[in-house]
């Protein structure tokens, strides 16, 4: 089931996903670390010389969803960019220790920052759409394929189509594909960003806070699409809405000033979490 | 007024001051009012001023002066075709060098730059525009037309072989339509890149993340995110460095050669409709050639309100697409 992926420069074929798992409740229960899909090793990133995370060793699993929450600050995001190298893009950025993603190790020598972000899907907190494409090539922009080109059409359009179907948009769209991408409501816009992601059939896909800027329905459309999701790819999200992690996580990690608290089966930190910190925050004591 | 009962415990007998006389606010108004009256007002004076100079010449001459190559002062023809020419074409020659270079200029600047490069750089290419354009028709008479004719020409049209088609063949005299395009490509430049820089800059750091989190290399998140989403800016500045150039003067007068011919060959002396214009204005002393040089004026007034105009549309045609 470990197959690695292909991090070097040169790479520029996208292996196909892992056979889809019924994601029964059995399978949730053994979602546990014992097929790990990332693991992070002494990880910490720096903003200048001011650690966002310090030292956070996680293993997460395969297909499954892994919600990470923590308060404001506490360096959620920086850990989920750390996981695609987005982190380094930043101005006067830095991370130490290792992040390994089924078998290759993201950061070692001769990986390329841009092979690896092909693996690895993300979807920011406000729909980024590109506001001068259509809904059609928005979804397509991630496909190395020219989509101009009439060999690569009709390839295209299958795949346009399948990762729209994915992420629950399909219908919504399908008799508008060359309107601009601006015409769609945010929610849209968000599940075409998430579209956009799958297009390239990622094996890890990073949500980065994705409901934040959403409303109460399409909030509840992305949840059952990302719970959706877990059968074919691995989730990680970031969330500071601590039912939401409840929803729609297998798995949760309680992130503190940087530092990695908990990390458990998302029913058991809920409802009996291992340190008092964990406790105190989701009781809402503090954060 | 009727009697408010009093309240039971009443501790505060001081009034509300509810009246104030704003005046300051109404003078201010009327200031800044008169202030954005005057503006257009005198645009279109201006315009009234020069279309009624103009009358006589196009009502006495008609379209011949905007179709005809011929102007003769003592015969009283005017036809100012070679100047319409002339302008139009130094003005897009000067698109076209200008143009590749600027947006290079302000790619380099926004994305690849280190930062420390970032201000000397952009300070330099910001003063290309401070430099007034005299000293660059010195420079042109002096540097760039013995260049063009000893180096330039000859290789373009020899070691090239450009010489086969009409646009780089004839003798290469230097003052010609090539190096008033050049000179114009340098003036014009600093606007198109002063303005792209800023727009490239202006595009949100989220649009360059969503390519770059897709896999992008940085050249495609270059061309697929930042450049389409700057587009309307970008042609906004290239417009704003046309209409510098259509306007410009003093530099290509001193380098354009100032022969009144429609020529195919870059190489060949041309005229432009402000260059018509410096030449004559001091010695025009029958009535018919001053408003004939009232007319050319008033053409170029046209053709640059026309230009604004497009660049208006094409900025608005672009950029309607998105609502952000």
Request: glycine fraction near 6%; aromatic fraction near 6%.
């Amino acid at each position: 089931m470990l197959q690695s992926i292909e991090v070097s420069p040169g790479a520029r074929v996208i292996p196909r996903v892992v056979a889809p798992r019924a994601a029964s409740a059995e399978a949730r229960e053994t979602a546990t670390p014992e097929k790990p899909c990332i693991i992070t090793s002494h990880l910490s990133a720096f903003f200048g010389d001011a650690p966002a995370i310090k030292d956070v060793s996680m293993v997460v699993p395969q297909q499954a969803v892994t919600a990470i929450i923590g308060p404001s600050g506490c360096g959620k995001s920086t850990l989920l960019r750390c996981i695609n190298r987005m982190h380094e893009t930043g101005p006067n950025t830095r991370v130490d220790g290792q992040v390994e993603i089924l078998g290759s190790a993201i950061y070692g020598d001769g990986t390329s920052a841009t092979a690896v972000r092909r693996h690895v899907g993300m979807v920011f907190q406000r729909p980024t759409p590109f506001p001068t494409m259509s809904i059609r090539t928005n979804v397509a922009a991630g496909l190395r394929a020219d989509p101009r080109s009439r060999l690569a059409q009709e390839n295209v359009d299958e795949i346009v189509e399948k990762a729209l179907h994915r992420a629950g948009l399909w219908e919504e769209v399908k008799d508008r594909l060359n309107e601009s991408a601006m015409t769609l409501s945010g929610g849209q816009q968000q599940r075409l960003c998430i579209a956009r992601a799958l297009a390239t059939r990622p094996r890890v896909i990073l949500l980065d806070e994705p409901t934040a800027s959403l409303d109460p329905l399409s909030t509840q459309k992305v949840e059952e699409l990302v719970y959706d999701l877990r059968e074919t790819v691995t989730v990680v999200i970031v969330t500071h809405n601590m039912q939401q992690a409840a929803r729609v996580s297998d798995r949760t990690a309680f992130l503190l000033a940087g530092e990695l608290i908990e990390l458990a089966p998302t029913n058991a930190l809920f409802t009996a979490p291992m340190d008092p910190r964990t406790e105190a925050y989701i009781t809402g004591r503090f954060g | 007024m009727t009697a408010v009962p009093a309240p039971a415990v009443s501790t505060d007998r001081r009034r509300l001051t509810v009246h104030e006389t704003a005046i300051g606010d109404r003078i201010y108004e009327i200031v800044t009012t008169a202030c954005a009256l005057v503006v257009p007002a005198l645009v279109i004076a201006i315009a009234i001023a020069i279309f009624a100079g103009a009358w006589p010449a196009f009502s006495k001459l008609g379209l011949s002066i905007v179709t005809s190559s011929d102007w003769d002062v003592r015969a009283g023809r005017f036809g100012a075709a070679p100047a319409i020419f002339g302008t139009l074409v130094s003005s897009a020659l000067a698109l076209i060098i200008a143009t590749p270079l600027a947006i290079g200029v302000a790619i380099f600047l926004s994305e690849f730059s280190p930062t420390w490069l970032r201000q000397p750089i952009g300070f330099l290419v910001d003063l290309l525009a401070a430099v007034p354009s005299v000293v660059y028709g010195l420079w042109g008479i002096f540097v760039l037309v013995p260049l063009l004719r000893e180096q330039v020409m000859p290789f373009l049209r020899d070691r090239l072989h450009l010489g086969a088609t009409p646009f780089f063949s004839g003798p290469a005299y230097g003052p010609s339509m090539l190096a008033a395009g050049v000179i114009l490509a340098i003036m014009a430049l600093p606007y198109i890149s002063a303005v792209s820089r800023e727009v490239l800059m202006a595009v949100p750091r989220s649009q360059r993340e969503a390519a770059l989190a897709l896999g992008a290399t940085r050249w495609e998140m270059i061309r697929d995110a930042v450049i389409p989403y700057a587009k309307s800016g970008i042609i906004g500045g290239i417009m704003l460095g046309l209409g510098r150039a259509l306007g410009e003067t003093m530099a290509v007068t001193m380098v354009i050669g100032n022969r009144a011919e429609i020529s195919a060959s870059l190489f060949a002396p041309g005229y432009t409709m402000a260059s018509l214009i410096a030449n004559q204005f001091s010695e025009a002393t029958s009535d018919l050639h001053q408003s004939a040089l009232l007319a050319v004026g008033a053409i170029l007034f046209v053709i640059t309100l026309i230009v604004n105009a497009v660049a208006r549309w094409l900025v608005w045609q672009v950029s309607r697409d998105r609502a952000v």
